[in-house]
């Protein structure tokens, strides 16, 4: 014969309706989100309606709408100006650009997953590294560094010789001794 016992279940818990282990959730006010939110899209989009305006309102006009809408400053650009040359040369560029890239980037993660080599851990933690830094962040110091170049050269140059250079370090000693006469 076979018997059975009935287990024993617990009653279920009562949820603690006391308050005091945890306070209810507050949703966030429409004003704490919503005016944020709103100062963000107004000052990104502005910029662009701007442009969209000065691209298609005609020229001397004061109005906040395009209208009546033309195309004479598409024209004048395209035509006159040779946007067009500068145009497919830009297309050149980044088709160019694109097709190395990818080869490189196709090449390089093929040789990374599938051979082993002394500085692979190295080399990925170093791509991985530079990918936390943006790329905009990279172009800050571009248009300081020409004028530290000029500023440094004029600093250096020796007065009166015309081209810039240090003072006086990569000439030989008799040449400095007749400039100095």
Known sequence: MTTTTDRP???????????????????????????????????????????????????????MLPWPITFDHFDTVWNTLGFSFFFKNSLIVAALSLVLTTFVALATGYALARFKFRAKIPLVMALLCSQFVPGAMLLIPLPATPTQWTRRAAANAEPGSGTPGPAGRDRPAAARARSRS
């Open 9 to 63: 279940t617990a009653a279920p818990a009562e949820p603690d309706t006391s308050g005091l282990l945890r306070a209810p959730a507050k949703k966030p006010r429409m004003f704490s989100v919503g005016l944020p939110l709103a100062l963000y899209l107004l000052f990104t989009l502005v910029p662009f309606y701007w442009m969209i305006v000065f691209a298609f309102r005609p020229a001397g006009s004061n109005s």
